[in-house]
């Protein structure tokens, strides 16, 4: 099948790219790098073997999006393309509610304009809120703790509202716990802009040296350790799951809403001490206040996903650890330290839209405030590079 992959040049995109490929599906990236480098394409192209057709894109900008995808046939898209920071959100509301929310109306007009009618969507755990109970099930109530969490959650009733208008419309809602680890070749994985916001990459920054100390959120919880308990998923399971989601989609023409985790509870420093096993790095931990909004205790149950998509986490804590450190041992500096040039995108009137190998956010540059997309400058543009290169390049 031919793929549009929205967001596909981000951490979980990415993973699902060379899955997909694997499985000889042919993948189209759109992204608009504003989380992401563009030299994840060319190590994705190391991986899979062959070009990877990508598009720079904001999916806001609706002519641009409708003229890709009037251009060629898609069976299917899947959609990974949000802003994801929880604290962010909360400082800017509105960006989150632009970005994605409006992204994913322009999808999915694009899609209903241009007869695509087979969507898989990265939701999140977020969407319970505050759980009373777990593991939890899919039929939990859902509510929202945050604006990120918000927009998930209306993404998902759009997305909802738009099967039960257009029958002939499938969507898989994915609802993800914690995604970590990284492809076992260590050519791509999590690469957090400024200080990261999950608990693995953090990790591993501290086991390179970036950063000086973990701090734990809280070690007062009822939990065995009184550090709060995750549900950590292995990106490769994860990314195999989407495969499975669209056959469910192609093969039993329903739509679905399904989590995706391992079942399992994992304490922050039951997470910390494999680390440290695996690594053989010691992590300084320093225990500080909860986070408002965290909760003690968080997994899955994963029975629905197992009972429908045959769909079940195969890799463990251990090597989610291992993973991790590898990709992240081989670029203390994320992708800044990938052996590979950053791609040109060339513009579809001809001009060059952009060689930067950077225009990713950093820490002292804030996103603008919302408002109109970008202008088109990357629009209808594919992404083009050598496929090897010679030496480490300065920055993203
Ligand atoms: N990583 C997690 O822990 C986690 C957990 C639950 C759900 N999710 C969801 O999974 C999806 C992928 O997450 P990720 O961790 O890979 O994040 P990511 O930031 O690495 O990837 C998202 C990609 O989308 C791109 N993007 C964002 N807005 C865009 C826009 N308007 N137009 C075009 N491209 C755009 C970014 O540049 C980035 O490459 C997101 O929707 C996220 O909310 C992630």
Known sequence: ????????????????????????????????????????????????????????LDLRDRDGLRALLAGSRFDAVMHFAALKAVGESCAQPLDYFDNNIGGTIALLQAMQDTGVRRLVFSSSATVYGEPEQVPVREDAPLSATNPYGRTKLVME???????????AFRAASLRYFNPVGAHPSGLIGE?????????????????????????VFGGDYPTADGTGVRDYLHVMDLARAHADALDYLVRRERNLVVNLGTGRGTSVLELVRAFERVSGRRIPCEIVAR?????????????????????????????????????????PRG???????????????????????????VDATPRPPAGPPPPSVGVRTVAQWSSTTTSPRPGR
């Open 1 to 56: 099948m031919r793929i549009l992959v929205c967001g596909g040049a981000g951490y979980i995109g990415s993973h699902a790219c060379v899955v997909l490929a694997g499985l000889g599906h042919r993948v189209v990236v759109v992204d608009n790098f504003v989380n992401s480098s563009p030299r994840t394409l060319p190590c994705l192209q190391r991986i899979i073997g062959a070009p990877v057709e990508a598009h720079r």
């Open 291 to 331: 986070r408002p909004g965290d909760v003690a205790t968080l997994y899955a149950d994963p029975a629905r996903a197992r009972r429908l998509l045959g769909w079940r986490a195969r890799l463990g804590v251990p090597r989610m650890c291992r993973d991790a450190w590898h990709w992240q041992s081989l670029h």
């Open 335 to 361: 992708y800044a330290d990938a052996d590979v040039d950053a791609p040109a995108f060339v513009a579809g009137a001809g001009q060059v839209a952009s060689g930067s190998a950077r225009n990713k956010r």
């Open 157 to 167: 009733q759009m997305i909802g509202d738009l099967c039960r208008a257009d029958p």
């Open 191 to 215: 690469d957090p802009c400024g200080v990261p916001n999950n608990l693995m990459p953090y990790l591993c920054q501290v086991a390179a040296g970036r950063r000086e100390r973990l701090r």
